[in-house]
Antibody, heavy 123, light 107 residues
Framework: EVQLVESGGGLVLPGGSLRLSCAAS????????MNWVRQAPGRGLEWLSY????????YYADSVKGRFTISRDDAKNSLHLQMDSLRAEDTAVYYC????????????????WGQGTSVTVSS | DIQMTQSPSTLSASVGDRVTITCRAS??????LAWYQQKPGKAPKFLIY???SLESGVPSRFSGSGSGTEFTLTISSLQPDDFATYYC?????????FGQGTKVEIK
């Protein structure tokens, strides 16, 4: 079964750090580009970050650029998001999401999602 | 960034109704448009890609159309399982963006 499972969420103080992880299984993980998407309480979806296969390219939304770092470990089929300088507005459910690949090309649409991990930034 | 605007924000409908949701882009995204369904407390589900291609396993009552700046998601005969929030997303241009969502409620 194709699956993504996030972990690492929790309660953190403003200005603090948190590292999210996503464990992938059931597919050839190293061949896929991967992403993080978040959803603040009662709000819509926000793409946050992208990493290419082989980690050669990364992209970030302006809202997290300079504070968040995406990485992957293809040997362990895992994806990570290091979140620093956290703010109250970073409170959200964070999803890892697989890019949709077709005909050998991956596109930044999201065909497989994890169940999400909740991050609360509050004093 | 490309802004994606969905209408309506909320839609009340009955089982069996034909439902149409519109998504407009602030500039052309060609046909690089996806649709998702999300139920409360759950992750989004991938429905449609490239504006009109149905993801494997998605019921055929779902269809997508459009190109450029205007797109529609149609549910031909609404089923009880379809009451949810629907999002469009453009993937033509970084930074990849979602619409604000359309909630389909029971009338």
């Amino acid at each position: 079964e194709v699956q993504l499972v996030e972990s690492g969420g929790g309660l953190v103080l403003p200005g603090g750090s948190l590292r999210l992880s996503c464990a992938a299984s059931g597919f050839s993980y190293s061949s896929y580009t991967m992403n993080w998407v978040r959803q603040a309480p009662g709000r819509g979806l926000e793409w946050l970050s992208y990493i290419s296969s082989g980690s050669s390219a990364t992209y970030y939304a302006d809202s997290v650029k300079g504070r968040f770092t995406i990485s992957r470990d293809d040997a362990k089929n895992s994806l990570h998001l290091q979140m620093d300088s956290l703010r109250a507005e970073d409170t959200a459910v964070y999803y890892c999401a697989r890019s949709h690949c077709s005909g050998g090309t991956c596109y930044v649409a999201f065909d497989i999602w994890g169940q999400g991990t909740s991050v609360t930034v509050s004093s | 960034d490309i802004q994606m605007t969905q209408s309506p924000s909320t839609l009340s409908a009955s089982v069996g109704d034909r439902v149409t949701i519109t998504c407009r882009a602030s500039q052309s995204v060609s046909n690089w448009l996806a649709w998702y369904q999300q139920k409360p407390g759950k992750a989004p589900k991938f429905l449609i890609y490239k504006a009109s291609s149905l993801e494997s396993g998605v019921p055929s009552r779902f269809s997508g159309s459009g190109s450029g700046t205007e797109f529609t998601l149609t549910i031909s005969s609404l089923q009880p399982d379809d009451f949810a929030t629907y999002y469009c997303q453009q993937y033509n241009t970084y930074s990849w963006t979602f619409g604000q969502g359309t909630k389909v409620e029971i009338k």
